[in-house]
């Protein structure tokens, strides 16, 4: 069985910092492209950030470059996602998601088969 599952979310204050990770299990996913997608309350699922399988390909939305870097270990099944200078915007829960294999790094959210529950984020004022 395949499963996402993210970690690393939680509660901070406006302007620190939280990583995200995203383990998998049940298949090899060195050869997707892994993204990271967020979804507040009250509003539709919204692309964060991809990378593609090898890491040397990055997108990111535009709300969170410079602040954000998404980043993949291929020995390990995990892809990461460090938040620096957060925002209360930033609220949301974060998911993780991988596309099937060969695929490159994609925004859109209907490319990635396989997603994970979420993790909460919550930036205070």
């Known amino acids: 069985q395949v499963q996402l599952v993210e970690s690393g979310g939680g509660l901070v204050q406006a302007g620190g910092s939280l990583r995200l990770s995203c383990a998998a299990s049940?298949?090899?996913?060195?050869?997707?492209?892994m993204g990271w997608f967020r979804q507040a309350p009250g509003k539709e699922r919204e692309f964060v950030a991809t990378?593609?399988?090898?890491?040397?390909?990055?997108y990111y939305a535009d709300s969170v470059k410079g602040r954000f870097t998404i980043s993949r270990d291929n020995a390990k099944n995990t892809e990461y996602l460090q938040m620096n200078s957060l925002k209360p915007e930033d609220t949301a829960v974060y998911y993780c998601?991988?596309?099937?294999?060969?695929?490159?790094?994609?925004?859109?959210?209907?490319?990635?088969?396989?997603w994970g529950r979420g993790t909460q984020v919550t930036v205070s004022s």
């Open positions: 998601a991988a596309t099937r294999s060969l695929l490159g790094a994609t925004t859109r959210a209907y490319d990635y088969n396989y």
């Open positions: 049940g298949r090899t996913f060195s050869s997707s492209s």
């Open positions: 990378i593609n399988w090898s890491g040397d390909s990055t």
